[in-house]
């Protein structure tokens, strides 16, 4: 039974498209985020929701909107992508004191 | 502001050799402590975690990290290195109301047959 899963696995897109990105919980957790780990392995918070409220928002470009229709859910939605998007982005689910469980990632390749 | 340093990019060990990843950390507070394994294509798998209590923290897989306060450092062990241990290794520290992550570069593990 999948903790945290997100969809799709893979994506890849063309300079400019308008994609999204779909992570579910079943954990139960009232808190979820959204990762980047660029091609280095470097893993850098975007935006971070408890309880469908927008507590974390880093320096990301305004072409990042981060959706939270319930707690289960946070979606990732990017405008107009660039090549400097391509990266994997992880979506995580948190517990009590900082401690996150993973989703399997999606791979964003921008052409 | 909350910072990790992992100092080796890189470690190569034999397959039954002991292994010791170091982690240096900066918080403001006490801090809670994390050790997360990446396999290759996979996403984060928690391996161990330390809040309070028992200063030596035992984790899945057969790791377990010491807490020191006085170092700044949550060092991650393994008595034998198995083949499948192979993988990028990430410490991250946090805290504080918004529970915000903040993790190191990472070390790749390499194991030698």
């Known amino acids: 039974d999948t903790a945290v899963s997100q969809t799709p696995k893979y994506l890849v897109t063309q300079m400019g498209n308008d994609k999204s990105i779909k992570c579910e919980q079943n954990?139960?957790?009232?808190?979820m985020y959204w990762y980047k780990q660029d091609s280095k392995k470097f893993l850098k918070i975007m935006f971070s929701?408890?309880?469908?409220?927008?507590?974390i928002n880093e320096t990301v470009p305004n072409r990042f909107s981060p959706k939270s229709p319930d707690k289960a859910h946070l979606n990732l939605h990017i405008n107009s992508l660039e090549l400097g998007d391509s990266a994997v982005y992880f979506c995580?689910?948190?517990?009590?004191?900082?401690?996150?469980?993973f989703g399997p990632g999606t791979r964003l390749t921008v052409t | 502001a909350q910072s990790v340093t992992q100092p080796d990019i890189h470690i190569t060990v034999s397959e039954g050799a002991s292994l010791e990843l170091r982690c240096n950390y900066s918080?403001?507070?006490?801090?809670?402590l994390f050790w997360y394994v990446q396999s290759p294509g996979q996403g984060l798998q928690l391996l161990l975690k330390?809040?309070?209590?028992?200063?030596l923290v035992q984790g899945i897989k057969g790791f377990e990290a010491e807490f020191k306060r006085s170092q700044s450092s949550f060092n991650l062990r393994k008595p034998s290195v198995h083949w499948s241990d192979a993988a990028e290794y990430f410490c991250?520290?946090?805290?504080?109301?918004?529970?915000?992550?903040?993790f190191g570069k990472g070390t790749l593990l390499t194991v030698n047959p």
């Open positions: 929701y408890n309880n469908k409220e927008l507590i």
């Open positions: 330390y809040f309070s209590g028992d200063t």
């Open positions: 991250a520290v946090g805290g504080g109301s918004n529970y915000k992550l903040t």
């Open positions: 954990l139960g957790h009232d808190t």
């Open positions: 995580a689910s948190g517990g009590r004191a900082s401690e996150q469980y």
């Open positions: 918080y403001g507070a006490t801090p809670y």
